[in-house]
């Protein structure tokens, strides 16, 4: 993939190069802020920006409005310290199609990485986890219609452990209900969003949208 870097940390933004060329991608700019960002993205077009938030002159949230807004088919991913809520749902409103944490592995962000390529959202369990419990708060706040492909309550309960990597057994235990239970709650799940295992999961809580959002 051809990668625009846009951190204003350049020892970071260097580091993350090196890693992404040896990967075999491609980096077609750096950028030291937002407003920076915006510009090489418009002339380089590339396949991915992979961005920061906090930055001087234009923070990496309104760099992601901008560009999604002038090239919406461009992919961006926020790479940030910030674990603020605030930051990631703004993220994910703008457009962002992934919110990671830059003390994740080099292993974990080459597989997000290659999760892009095939045009799913870059996020890792726990960051899928906090974005449900967000929109199944929105979602009753607004008192949304029933609808039978809406995950209820409990089935919300169980995808938020799943996504926190506890299994069948675990999951019972911390709900309370026997392990079948547990496993018939999956299942449903799983038919609900269509998807075949856990791993899965995670990546189409975003890209699907469990439960309505604004």
Known sequence: MRILLADDHSLFRDGVASLLEAWGHEVVGQASDGAEAIVLADRSRP??????VRMPVLSGLAATQRIKADHPEIPIVMLTVSEDEDDLFTAIKAGAQGYLLKNLESRQLRRMLEAVARGEPAITPATAAR???EFARIDRAAGAPADPD???DRELEVLGLVTRG?????IAARL???????KFHLKNILEKVHVRSRTELAARAVQQRLVAGD
């Not at 506890?166 to 675990?170: A, D, I, Q, Y």
Request: zero cysteines; hydrophobic letters at 40%.
């Open 166 to 170: 506890l299994r069948n057994k675990e």
């Open 176 to 182: 309370g209900i026997s392990e079948n239970t547990a």
């Open 150 to 152: 809406r995950l209820t």
């Open 131 to 133: 974005i449900l419990e």
């Open 47 to 52: 396949d991915l920006v992979l961005m920061d």
